[in-house]
Every structure is written in C-alpha cells, then in structure tokens.
C-alpha cells in the first residue's frame, strides 16, 4: 500500500494506542489528522509525526463527546479538502472499578459518551465521503472487554460490548460497498488508561501492570496498521490482542 497519497485520522492520539498508531502511519509516510481534547500534547505529536515521515499533519482540539464539535471539524477537514481514507476510532476512556452501587455516575456518561456515542458520531460524520468515493476503512479499537464481562467493570464492559455490536453491524449496512470495518480488541495495555480509570490514582494505576508484561501501544499500532495496509480485497474483521500472559479479562499471570 502506498501511504504517501493516502489520509488518515485516528482519534485520542494525545496519548498511548492513538499515539503510537499515528506514529506508525507517519513512519509510512500518511497525511495524519490527530484529534484529542489536550492543546500542548497534539502541537508536540504534529512535531514528532513530521520528523517520523508523515506527509501532512493536521490537528484538531475537540471532545469528542461533543457532537456540534465533531460536526465542525468534519467542515474543516473538507474545507482543507482532504478525504479520509482510514479513521481509527481511538479516542475512550474506562472510569469507576466498583460494583454498579457504588460507582460515580458522572463516569458512566464518559464512557458512553466517549466510548459509543463519540464513535458512532464520529462514524456518521467521514461515512458519506466514503460511501461518495466508494472506498475507505474504519477501524475501531475495541476491548477483550466487548468479549467478556468482568466484575467491576459493567459500563465499560457494555459500552465495548456495544463496539463490538456496531462494528458488526456497520459491516452489514455497508455490504456491496467497499469500505472495510475492523475491529481491534485489545487485552491489557500499558497507556494512561488505568490511570484515567483511576481519576489519576498513579499508584494504583501502575499496580495493574505489576508483575507480568503487558502490551505496548505500539504492539496494537502494528496491529492497526497490519490490518489496513491489507490489500482490498481483504477484511480483517476483528483481531483479539492479548499479553501472553493473558489468558482471558481476567487471568492474567503475575510472576
Ligand atoms: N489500555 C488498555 O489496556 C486498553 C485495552 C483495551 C482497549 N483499550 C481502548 O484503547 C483506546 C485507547 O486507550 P489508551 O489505552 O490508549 O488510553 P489513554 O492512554 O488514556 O488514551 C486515551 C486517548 O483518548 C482521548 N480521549 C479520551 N476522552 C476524550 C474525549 N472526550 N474527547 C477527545 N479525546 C478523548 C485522550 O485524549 P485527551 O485526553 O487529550 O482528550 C487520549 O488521547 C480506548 O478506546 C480504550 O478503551 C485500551
């Protein structure tokens, strides 16, 4: 696949799986469109893109819980009149590890905000330039959790499970089209996840990743960027990336 001729847009690249997936198309030479809501981090990832190889590189501050904002960045990006040719949506967060009772509430609306409505909003928005063009990939990053339930995590648990559904689906509505879907469903990842989970509890985060090796971004970049640079023809529908020291949500086999 030649990327230099080619745009691609992943959302949440401030930080851990979108930032290493962006950096892994910028190495190949892709036009980016990075997204997330931090200022300072997106002007320092332009930087690091370009000297990697990217052939462009756009930014676009927004929150994604924000519908109207995603509406006027999808204006902007058609004004600069680029065509999304790969959207990889990144962009989610887990809150709250409690039973359902005793859980902050304000958590469970991130989740579903970010986790399902900012994707499928996301979605809806660059689909009729594919659907015009008759070509393009959506490549949403999922969890083991859209597989399994875990104690704990019911939320974030069905707001996967949710992804796992659309994704599904999507493929169907997009039947006789072009335009690929994947899903990318990564096990446990050493990112600023469980800090976020956490509300920026370090000390608890790190103990998650204690004891056993864990993916890296980067692992599930390679994995995104294995699955688009398929020929065509190919679709790679979804991928379960474990640790091999994973066996399911949650056995995982600290040393
Ligand atoms: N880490 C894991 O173990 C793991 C496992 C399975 C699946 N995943 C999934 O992988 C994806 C990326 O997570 P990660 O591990 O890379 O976490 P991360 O390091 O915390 O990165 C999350 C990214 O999402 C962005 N984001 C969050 N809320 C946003 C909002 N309202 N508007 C715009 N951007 C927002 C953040 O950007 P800003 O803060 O700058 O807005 C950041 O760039 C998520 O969908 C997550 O559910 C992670």
């Known amino acids: 696949m030649d990327w230099s001729s080619k745009t691609v847009m992943v959302t949440g690249a ?9 950096l892994r198309f910028a190495e190949a030479g892709a036009t980016l469109i990075i997204t997330g809501r931090r200022k300072q981090r997106l002007e320092t990832m332009a930087d690091v893109l370009t000297s990697a190889g990217a052939n462009e590189v756009y930014i676009h501050r927004f929150d994604i819980q924000k519908k109207e904002q995603i509406a006027a960045v999808v204006k902007n990006i058609t004004a600069d009149t680029l065509s999304v040719d790969v959207l990889v949506n990144n962009a989610g967060l887990s809150r709250n590890f409690s039973p359902m009772w005793e859980d902050n509430t304000d958590g469970w609306d991130d989740m579903i905000d970010t986790n399902i409505k900012g994707l499928l909003h996301m979605t809806r928005a660059l689909l009729p330039g594919m ?34 559904a659309i994704t599904a689906s999507l493929r169907l509505d997009l039947f006789k089209t072009n335009i690929r879907v994947t899903s990318i469903d990564p096990g446990l990842v050493e990112t600023e996840f469980s800090e976020v989970r956490f509300y920026g509890d370090k000390e608890r985060a790190e103990t998650v990743y204690k004891g056993f090796q864990p993916l890296t971004a980067a692992d599930i970049a390679e994995s995104v960027f294995w699955s688009a640079s398929m020929p065509e023809h190919v679709t790679i529908a979804e991928m379960l990336v474990l640790p091999t020291d994973q066996a399911s949500a949650t056995m995982v086999y600290k040393k």
């Open 131 to 164: 659907i015009d063009k008759n070509s393009g990939h959506i490549i949403n990053i999922g969890s083991i959790a859209g597989h399994e339930v875990y104690q704990n995590g019911a939320v974030y648990c069905a707001t996967k499970h949710a992804v796992k």
């Open 14 to 22: 401030t930080a851990g799986i979108g930032a290493a997936t962006a």
